[in-house]
Nanobody, 125 residues
């Protein structure tokens, strides 16, 4: 069991940056995938960044590659999402999530056991 709490959302102008944080109630485990999802109004949750908690390897979809960076702190209890050069289409609720058996970069929401409640990001043009 793990509890996840996101923070750091807000309202910014296009081109600005935000850093989201996800505080976990325990350290992430080497076999887990840490993922940030975005849910825009009316859409399904879509993964925007994934990291192997043990390897530190990362994967990003093309829509955010080069602009978003996922990382975790040394204690492995806080997961970050650094978002640069934000665009209006980046607006939405952002959720962090964990799943076990990180053997692929699949970001299908149904595979994830643990979710936070989200933090809202609004990017104005």
């Amino acid at each position: 069991q793990v509890h996840l709490v996101e923070s750091g959302g807000g309202s910014v102008q296009a081109g600005e940056s935000l850093r989201l944080s996800c505080l976990a109630s325990r350290a992430t485990r080497p076999d887990e995938c840490i993922t940030w999802f975005r849910q825009s109004s009316g859409d399904d949750r879509a993964g925007v960044a994934i990291m192997g908690a043990g390897s530190g390897s990362t994967f990003y979809p093309d829509s955010v590659k080069g602009r978003f960076t996922i990382s975790q702190d040394v204690a492995k209890t806080t997961i970050y999402l650094q978002m640069n050069n934000l665009k209006p289409e980046d607006s939405g609720m952002y959720f962090c999530a964990l799943r076990r058996n990180c053997d692929s970069w699949t970001m299908r929401p149904s595979l994830y056991e643990y979710w936070g409640r989200g933090t809202s990001v609004t990017v104005s043009s």
